[in-house]
């Protein structure tokens, strides 16, 4: 158990990183690649899937992370919302299955997303696609990891022939001024589309707007860290644990290369 008074940080990294693999592996026997899941499913709303593996998760986590560092708020997707978050300095942001559609139906790129936020930005952030046994980590101003080797985007080149993911009509927006890129596969889980821009395996991820605080409070720090930028389309980065955790479309680049395409995609 940490003081709220210490720098929590690099005690906390190892704990949280060890709750996050076993989160993974109680999700592995609810999983059946290229098939329905084992989990009971059923809907919130319409059309937004929960899965028995999601709230086994939540658990977990809740309980895990809180004992952890019990003077952190908590906000999940999965947790009914208590508004005493907003009055904590730190808080936790956790996905306990970000990408439940994927995982419900036999797709790989799901993960645990698991971000520690202090006055509205993150510094922490794990992510563990366990799937593809990649554990991504970062630690506000320590550098990001990838299975421990060093994430670092290389800060020159142009958009020729960018590799882009995300939504189709602002793949399209991106295009019309940007010319011809390559259109990569929509990665269903948003945290594993910022964490591969922040790998170098996508060069441009574009998020819808209504994006919540869970699906991307980890990945921002892993990308942040790699040396890359995740902005609203006003240049504007984004503010975690507040009153409504959603925000509004998004760009996730290099930096170097970030002014040029919030230019693109504000034309």
């Known amino acids: 158990m940490l003081s709220s008074s210490t720098q929590p940080i690099a005690t906390l990294a190892p704990a949280v990183r060890d709750a996050a693999r076993r989160a993974g592996e109680m999700a592995l026997p609810y999983y059946r690649a290229g098939a329905q899941t084992a989990a009971r499913l059923w809907y919130k709303g319409q059309s937004s899937p929960v899965t ?7 658990t977990f986590l809740k309980e895990h992370l809180s004992a952890l560092f019990p003077q952190a708020g908590w906000l999940s997707e999965e947790t009914a919302d208590d508004p005493s978050r907003l009055d904590q300095s730190y808080v936790w942001i956790v ?4 990408g439940t559609r994927a995982f419900a139906t036999g797709h790989s790129d799901w993960a645990i997303s698991i971000a520690l936020v202090k006055d509205g930005r993150p510094v922490l952030g794990i992510l563990h696609a366990p799937i593809h046994e990649c554990l991504y980590e970062a630690r506000i101003g320590e550098g990001a990891w990838c299975n421990s080797e060093r994430l670092s985007l290389a800060q020159d080149g142009d958009f020729s022939r960018a590799r882009v993911a995300g939504p189709k009509p602002l793949v399209d927006r991106f295009e019309r001024q940007i010319g011809p890129v390559e259109r990569l596969p929509k990665v269903p889980s ?6 591969r821009v922040a790998e170098g395996t996508i ?3 574009l998020v819808s707007a209504n994006a919540q605080d869970w699906d991307i409070a980890a990945a921002d720090l892993i ?7 995740l902005t609203g389309l006003d240049g504007s980065i984004p503010i975690y644990n507040r009153p409504q955790p959603s925000h509004d479309e998004m760009i996730a680049v290099a930096s170097r290369l970030h002014p040029r395409a919030i230019g693109a995609m504000r034309a």
């Open 190 to 195: 948003l945290a594993l589309r910022l964490a």
């Open 203 to 205: 060069d441009v991820g």
């Open 95 to 98: 996905d306990p299955i970000d």
């Open 52 to 58: 028995e593996a999601d709230i086994a998760l939540d």
């Open 223 to 229: 990308l942040q860290e790699a040396g890359g930028l």
